[in-house]
């Protein structure tokens, strides 16, 4: 049946509503995926925003710009294809299990240290 | 001050065809070849839109009507686009391919305007070049693909380009104030425009595998300048402005 609609263009564009659904896509019809990177300022790290399918790298770079970048600030962008992406497995997501307890081993005497220097450093100048 | 009809014109076209294409490739929304790329080309053609607004906008400050009556309440007669811009979509080769020509175009037209004379002028340009780019990057990466992709996709961009090359340098009509432009700096001129766009395209069209259309058989559809339109424009009108058209004096 021919798709009517409140849209000019879908009742121009003649579709059959039932053709559409005869070939539905098989595994090969789609292209792969791949996942993108955004960096909101320079120097700062690339963060995770998505994934999108395309045919190859190039093309996908021009469409996560539009899709990813063409809202809020962003500076430069990368794409990987989500095959090249290693991860750890969600079996073994008790490795990570005694990690927020591990306070001893944070580096924040090293933020004092930088506040004592800044002391000293101020000192200095002022004598 | 005189009246500068010379930059009006020249807005005119430049907005009217920007307002036009925008809404032509808008009509893809929903229906492009893929999700991706169904985004990327109704983000392009709100850009569009954008930035005819942000011309009708200096139009106004000149002394015109407000960008929504200069844009939804003029006839097919009143408008300056080219016969490119208003062509139906049909294909999606088509739109590709027109989008490549015009792009091209767009950019190096804003990229002359950064040296403007004319301030308001300078200020679009520089603001949008960026996207324009972004255009041409699109267009170009596009029409390398599918011209080199597999013999179906190439015969179409072949086509494609035969079929619209006529029509893409109907972008470069000369206006009645040509040389007045070009001696008030405002502009480089559609001549020296076209011979900027011959050189920026060709390059691109050998990669893609593609053959311009021999120079002996150019032939540039003019008209659009002066009002002379196809019979596609006013029912493009008639849609666009359908609903605006209901209650102009509607707060949106």
């Not at chain 1, 500076?75 to 090249?84: F, G, I, L, P, Q």
């Not at chain 1, 997501?93 to 005694?98: L, S, Y």
């Not at chain 2, 603001?127 to 597999?150: I, P, S």
């Not at chain 2, 380009?161 to 559609?190: C, H, K, M, R, W």
Request: charged share 25%.
């Amino acid at each position: 049946m021919i798709i009517k609609s409140l849209d000019p263009r879908v009742s121009r564009a003649q579709i059959d509503g039932d053709a559409a659904f005869e070939h539905p896509l098989q595994e090969m019809d789609q292209f792969e995926t791949f996942e993108v990177f955004a960096q909101k300022k320079r120097g700062t790290h690339h963060e995770h925003v998505g994934s999108l399918h395309a045919p190859n790298p190039e093309m996908a770079l021009l469409f996560a710009k539009e899709q990813y970048g063409r809202r809020g600030v962003c500076v430069n962008m990368w794409v990987a294809r989500t095959a090249d992406i290693f991860a750890t497995d969600y079996d073994d997501e008790d490795i990570f299990a005694t990690v927020p307890e591990k306070q001893y081993r944070e580096a924040g005497v090293y933020k004092v240290v930088d506040r004592i220097t800044k002391y000293k450093e101020e000192q200095a100048k002022q004598a | 001050m005189s009246e500068q009809l010379h930059i009006k014109e020249f807005l005119y076209k430049m907005a009217d065809d920007l307002l036009i294409l925008g809404h032509r490739n808008s009509e893809w929304t929903g229906f492009g070849p893929l999700l991706e790329e169904d985004i990327a080309f109704s983000s392009m053609a709100q850009d569009k839109i954008g930035q005819s607004l942000a011309l009708y906008t200096i139009l106004n400050q000149m002394g015109e009507q407000d960008p929504d009556t200069i844009a939804f309440m003029r006839n097919a007669n009143q408008f300056h686009c080219s016969h490119l811009v208003e062509q139906p979509n049909g294909e999606y080769d088509f739109s590709l391919v027109r989008h490549f020509l015009y792009d091209h175009a767009d950019y190096l037209r804003f990229e002359a305007l950064t040296n403007t004379n004319f301030p308001p002028l300078g200020k679009v340009a520089r603001k949008f070049k960026g996207e324009v780019k972004y255009h041409v990057f699109h267009g170009d990466t596009f029409l390398m693909k599918l011209g080199t992709g597999n013999e179906e996709s190439h015969t179409r961009m072949q086509n494609s380009l035969n079929n619209t090359f006529n029509l893409a340098l109907g972008i470069f009509e000369p206006s009645p104030y040509e040389d007045q432009l070009v001696a008030d700096g405002v502009f480089i001129g559609e001549k020296a425009l076209k011979e900027r766009w011959l050189e920026a395209i060709s390059p691109v069209i050998q990669k893609a595998g593609l053959t311009l259309p021999a120079e002996s058989t150019w032939q540039p559809v003019y008209g659009g300048r002066k009002g002379q339109h196809t019979e596609y424009l006013q029912p493009l009108l008639d849609e666009m402005t359908e609903v605006f058209r209901i209650d102009p004096g509607a707060e949106w």
